[in-house]
C-alpha cells in the first residue's frame, strides 16, 4: 500500500513539473497547410467581419510557495520528481528506475528543504491583491474592443481587403459554436473569429520562481455561407521581461496592465500575417 502511495505521488510530481516548466514546440497549423489549398482559400475571401468571444478569459497566476506547509509541499514534489525526470533524459541503462529508487530519499529531502524557502504569506497576499486591482483595470479598459480596432486596422492597411466590426456577434461560451450562417449580416464573405481563451502568469514550478505575463488567443477564419472553418490558429504573447510575483505587483500591478496592452497589437500583428499574407513553403 506504501508503495502504491509513493508511486501515485511521484507520478503527480513528475507530471506537475514537466507541465509547469515545459514548452511547446508545435508547428503552427498555417505552416502545415499546402501551399495551393491556402491560395485557393484566400483567393475567395471578400469582405472579412471581425468578433471576439465575450465569455470570462481563464486566469492562470502562478503563485510562489505560501509559507513553511507551501513551501514544504512544492519542495517535496519537485525532490520526488526530479531524479525520475533526470533518470529519463539521462543516457544510462535503467536511468528511469534508479530515478524510481532514490525518488522518496530527495522527496524528504525537498519538502525540508523547502520548509525555508517558502514565501511569507502577507506577503502573497498584499501581491494578490494589487494583481486583482490591476485585473479590474484591465477589464475598465475594454481590451477586446482595443483587440478588433488594431486587427481591422492592420488588416485593412496590410491585405488590401475590406474588414468591418461586428458587434456582439462572438462566442458568449467557451463551448459554443457560434452559426455565423444563420446570422444577417450584410456582404460579409468570411468572419474572423477571436476567442481569449487563458491570460496571467507563468513560469516554473519552483518555490518562488520569477514568472512571464502571457496571453493565449485562438482565432478563426469562417466561411459565412456554411460556417465552414477555413483556417484556424493558436496564438501566444509572452512579456520580454521575466518577474517574480510580487514585483509583478509593484505600483498597483502597472508592469502587469502594461504587458497586456502591449500584446493586442502584437497578436493582431502576427493574426494578419499568418491568416491573409504569409506563405507556407513546402519542404520536401
Request: one cysteine or more.
Amino acid at each position: 500500500m506504501k508503495l502504491l502511495i509513493w508511486v501515485g505521488i511521484i507520478f503527480f510530481g513528475v507530471v506537475v513539473v514537466l507541465a509547469l516548466t515545459g514548452c511547446s514546440s508545435r508547428t503552427p497549423n498555417i505552416y502545415q497547410m499546402d501551399p495551393g489549398d491556402l491560395e485557393r482559400i484566400r483567393s475567395n475571401i471578400g469582405r472579412v467581419g471581425v468578433t471576439i468571444s465575450s465569455y470570462p478569459v481563464e486566469r492562470d497566476l502562478k503563485k510562489p510557495a505560501k509559507g513553511i506547509t507551501g513551501g514544504a509541499a512544492r519542495g517535496f514534489v519537485v525532490g520526488a520528481s526530479t531524479p525520475i525526470v533526470i533518470g529519463a533524459v539521462a543516457p544510462v541503462p535503467g536511468g528511469t528506475f534508479i530515478g524510481l529508487l532514490i525518488a522518496p530519499f530527495t522527496a524528504v529531502a525537498g519538502g525540508v528543504y523547502g520548509a525555508t524557502k517558502g514565501v511569507p504569506p502577507e506577503d502573497i497576499e498584499k501581491a494578490q491583491a494589487a494583481l486583482d486591482q490591476a485585473i479590474d483595470r484591465l477589464k475598465k479598459m475594454n481590451l477586446r474592443r482595443t483587440f478588433i480596432k488594431e486587427v481591422v486596422a492592420m488588416g485593412e492597411n496590410r491585405t488590401g481587403l475590406e474588414f468591418v466590426k461586428l458587434a456582439e456577434s462572438g462566442p458568449k461560451d467557451p463551448n459554443e459554436v457560434v452559426r455565423y450562417d444563420q446570422m444577417n449580416f450584410r456582404d460579409i464573405d468570411n468572419v474572423l473569429e477571436l476567442r481569449v481563451e487563458e491570460a496571467g502568469l507563468i513560469g516554473p514550478y519552483s518555490f518562488d520562481p520569477p514568472s512571464f505575463a502571457f496571453m493565449e488567443v485562438l482565432a478563426q477564419l469562417v466561411h459565412v455561407e456554411d460556417n465552414e472553418i477555413l483556417i484556424d490558429e493558436t496564438f501566444f504573447c509572452v512579456s520580454e521581461v521575466d518577474r517574480k510575483y510580487r514585483d509583478w505587483a509593484e505600483n498597483e500591478g502597472q508592469f502587469f496592465v502594461e504587458e497586456f496592452v502591449a500584446c493586442i497589437p502584437e497578436i493582431a500583428d502576427k493574426i494578419v500575417d499568418d491568416f491573409f499574407l504569409v506563405y507556407p513553403i513546402k519542404t520536401r
